[in-house]
């Protein structure tokens, strides 16, 4: 397979120990230091969610195209989507893309981490549409810059594949 991050070497994954949780929910202990998730949202509804310890409540879940688990989203991450999008209307949200990152925030007054979705929407796909992902070892900006400056315009990773297959049928013909 033809990946434009094809010539990267894979990065030492390392093991933390967070990463051998594995709750049912998407945390911060599912992103690497500084990464970034462009998601596209498919669906937002209320959930019971049992927490850590053993306490029920009802939730607004979001879950993602993508394949990443499943979000609660906090009346933080709520407003963030409202802003982005204008939109308050969480049955519109589906389809709509957003970036996750983990961002320290106070609580009971102690830093913890949260996952936060950035105020600005996701680099979408000129070709498909689709929100420009991460590919590998490299950022969605990475894909979205490499992109632009290999074929003119910003691809996500499925179609910049497309785009360097083509490119090489040409180069043998
Ligand atoms: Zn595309």
Redesign the pocket.
């Known amino acids: 397979m033809i990946c434009v991050c094809r010539d990267i070497s894979r990065r030492n994954k390392k093991m933390h120990w967070k990463k051998l949780f594995n709750p049912n929910y998407l945390g911060a202990y599912a992103f690497e230091t500084g990464e970034e998730k462009p998601v596209t949202i498919s669906s937002i509804k209320e959930e019971e969610v049992t927490s850590t310890e053993g306490k029920k409540e009802n939730c607004l879940v979001c879950t993602f195209k993508e394949p990443e688990k499943p979000l609660i989203l906090n009346k933080t991450n709520c407003k963030t989507i409202e802003k982005l999008y204008n939109e308050p209307d969480i049955d519109q949200w589906p389809g709509k893309g957003i970036i996750l990152y983990v961002a320290k925030v106070k609580a009971f007054g102690e830093l913890t981490d949260a996952v936060r979705i950035r105020s600005v929407k996701p680099f979408l796909?000129?070709?498909?549409?689709?929100i420009?992902t991460g590919c590998k070892n490299k950022t969605h900006a990475e894909i979205y810059e490499l992109t632009r400056k290999k074929y003119g315009k910003a691809?996500?990773?499925?179609?910049?594949t497309?785009a360097a297959q083509k490119e090489e049928k040409k180069d043998t013909h």
Do not use: D, F, Q, T
């Open positions: 796909c000129s070709a498909c549409g689709g420009i691809l996500c990773p499925a179609c910049a497309k």
